[in-house]
């Protein structure tokens, strides 16, 4: 089945620094989503890619989906404390097909430290 | 924004015992999901619903069950808890055109 490579896999940064983040797989993908968990906790939606080339923000947040559909990457801002945790990146394969058409293929993640 | 609530928050069971993980959803989503994860790792897919009275297994194997008898009401049953399930078990839910899910916050299983 299709994969999802999410880099790095942990990271730590200054408090205030930008951090960018990224998924790639050989597969193309119809949509790309970008989950943040804090430990003991569900993954919250952070962003929502629909179409290839599409730019969102979301507060200090922003995301693409990339040209090729192969690829998102997602970037934080100015980052503070609270950014700790978890990055998930999700897409949903092309093309749908059968039963299993709806199911979401993750990242791996990437853990975030922030040091103040 | 969908409600989704998981019950209990932590369990500590002993091996062989039946347990019953609660999902509950309020924005009325046909597309329910199981997830199954150690901590800090990646998600594992372990079953799917995409209304009542249906239900599949996902790619991981589980030894659990789930039921899908009211739209909004999801539960996962293990008929013999080992420590091999020790996990934390996420539910998630999906209303929309879009493959957006929305998790719950999760149960922490432990197996002693």
């Known amino acids: 089945g299709q994969q999802l490579n999410q880099s790095p896999q942990s990271m730590f940064i200054q408090e205030g620094e930008d951090v960018s983040m990224n998924c790639t797989s050989s597969?193309?993908?119809?949509?790309w989503l970008w989950y943040k968990q804090d430990p003991g906790e569900g993954p919250v939606l952070l962003i929502a890619?629909?179409?290839?080339?599409e730019l969102t923000s979301n507060g200090r947040l922003t995301a693409q989906f990339g040209i090729t559909r192969k690829d998102s990457f997602l970037n934080i801002s100015a980052s503070i404390p609270s950014d700790v945790g978890i990055y998930f990146c999700a897409g949903q394969p092309f093309p749908y097909s059968g039963a299993g058409s709806y199911q979401l293929t993750f990242g791996k993640g990437t853990k975030l430290s922030v040091i103040p | 924004e969908a409600d989704i609530y998981q019950t209990p928050r932590y369990l500590v069971i002993g091996t062989g015992k039946k347990i019953t993980l609660e999902c509950s959803q309020t924005?009325?989503?046909?597309?329910m999901y199981w997830y199954q994860q150690d901590p800090g790792m990646e998600l594992h897919l372990i079953h799917y619903?995409?209304?009542?009275?249906?239900?599949e297994k996902g790619d991981l194997s589980s030894e659990s069950t789930v039921s899908r008898i009211r739209t909004e009401h999801f539960p996962l049953t293990l008929e013999s808890a080992r420590p091999s399930h020790t996990s934390q078990y996420l539910c998630a839910s999906d209303g929309g055109g879009y493959n957006e899910q929305f998790f719950g916050p999760g149960t922490r299983l432990t197996v002693l």
């Open positions: 597969s193309i993908f119809n949509t």
């Open positions: 924005m009325g989503h046909d597309k």
């Open positions: 619903s995409y209304g009542v009275n249906s239900t």
């Open positions: 890619l629909y179409k290839a080339g």
